[in-house]
């Protein structure tokens, strides 16, 4: 029953309370706040920095929306994120991620997270209702970008950076930023120095860094060699072992060539020859055939050096 | 030094073998008739011959080059 007392209006005419309506309220609400990482600064793709967990009304199935408030204010991070529609009773992961610019830092910069509000979209309306506001004091940092000349967190300089992930091209592909990453989920490098590393993702770190990192030899074995059929035992014979030249710098290059066959083994190492980028070239060994040497087939083996 | 690359590149007939490569592709009676002698001492070829050279020399002459390369230390079925 209601303890209120009926009340007149102007006009003198009885107003009374008829039906009390018990009302719930939306109980939605957002946990497990978490800064889940840095971002650095000039960055080349989006990082996460800031987690939580939308919980929906335990009746309502509802669309939600999380914003966050950072201070300062950072160019390039999400600050609103939206859930879809969450049925009841069910908890959703949001993140939030940042793609900072090139802000011109000195250093390091610390970024506070200070409110978190929940709203939920009013099915009837469509508006957005804010539902509950948190107050807030979660710190993540924009570190400051790497250059190829000055320190790293964790590398004498960019550059040192770059060559320590490169493969012997000087490049970063797949497993060597595949290496990086895992570097940075373990904690050995940081946001910054794993982003560096990510706008390399395809390239001679060269392009990145001039003159930071010279490449390896690299050379093949190709197949247009110049071989004899036929010998005859007590007479010489010279044997061209095709050489091409993959890697990015002219260099020496000098073959191991093994000859095999019936109760016969002996291996002839070349001179060294220069060969130019991308060009192929024949590198030859002089086999002696010994007077007794037994009829038969010999098989010529090369291994190739650079 | 590093090595970039290693690979089987050829192989080379001597003697009986370098006599006898072109056999199955280019059958010749002269050489079976010259190896015969060869093997009877009554000309002189170069090199040594067995019974099993000659019978593997009529393989290569046929065709049947693996029955030859098992009669012979040739090995003109792989190269």
């Known amino acids: 029953m209601s303890d209120r007392s009926n009340a007149k209006d102007k006009e003198g005419k009885l107003i009374g309370a008829i039906k ?3 009302v719930t309220g939306v109980d939605a609400k957002i946990t497990d706040f978490a800064v889940v990482g840095n971002v650095p600064e000039a960055s080349s793709a989006h990082y996460a920095f800031y987690k939580c967990k939308v919980h929906a009304d335990s009746s309502l199935d509802l669309e939600y929306r999380v914003r966050i408030h950072l201070k ?3 160019s390039g991070a999400e600050t609103t994120k939206t859930t879809g529609k969450m049925m009841h009773g069910t908890t959703k992961d949001i993140y939030f991620s940042a793609k900072p ?6 250093g390091d910069a610390s970024y506070a997270i200070d409110y978190v509000y929940l709203d939920a979209k009013d099915p009837r309306t469509g508006a957005w209702v804010n539902l509950r506001t948190y107050s807030r004091l979660d710190v993540f940092k924009v570190e400051k970008k790497i250059t190829c000349g000055a320190r790293t967190p964790h590398y004498s300089n960019g550059c040192e950076l770059l060559k320590h992930y490169a493969n012997d091209q000087c490049e970063i592909h797949l497993a060597e930023h595949s290496k990086a990453s895992a570097d940075y989920g373990a904690g050995k490098i940081t946001v910054a120095e794993f982003d560096f590393i990510a706008k390399a993702y395809g ?3 060269n392009t990145i860094c001039a003159n930071c990192c010279t490449p390896a030899p690299k050379g093949r074995i190709c197949e247009e060699h110049d071989i004899p059929s036929s010998a005859k035992a007590g007479t010489s014979i010279n044997i061209g072992v095709c050489v091409e030249n993959t890697g990015k710098i002219k260099a020496n290059y000098w073959v191991d060539v093994k000859i095999s066959g019936p109760d016969y083994s002996t291996t002839l190492t070349s001179a060294k020859k220069s060969i130019d980028v991308g060009k192929k070239d024949k590198i030859y060994v002089r086999w002696d055939l010994p007077l007794n040497l037994k009829s038969g087939t010999y098989t010529i083996d090369a291994v190739l050096y650079a | ?24 592709s280019h ?3 002269e050489k079976l008739k010259d190896l015969i002698l060869a093997y009877n001492g009554i000309i002189d070829l170069g090199f040594d011959l067995t019974k099993d050279y000659i019978k593997g020399a009529v393989e290569y002459y046929k065709g049947n080059v693996r029955e030859g390369d098992k009669l012979t230390p040739c090995a003109l079925g792989d190269s």
């Open chain 1, 20 to 22: 009390e309506i018990t």
């Open chain 1, 72 to 74: 300062p204010s950072l």
């Open chain 1, 101 to 106: 610019p090139d802000l011109g830092l000195k």
């Open chain 1, 203 to 205: 390239k001679d770190i």
């Open chain 2, 1 to 24: 030094m590093a090595k970039q690359d290693e690979k089987t590149i050829g192989k080379v007939h001597t003697g009986f073998c370098s006599y006898v490569q072109d056999l199955p």
């Open chain 2, 27 to 29: 059958p010749n009676s």
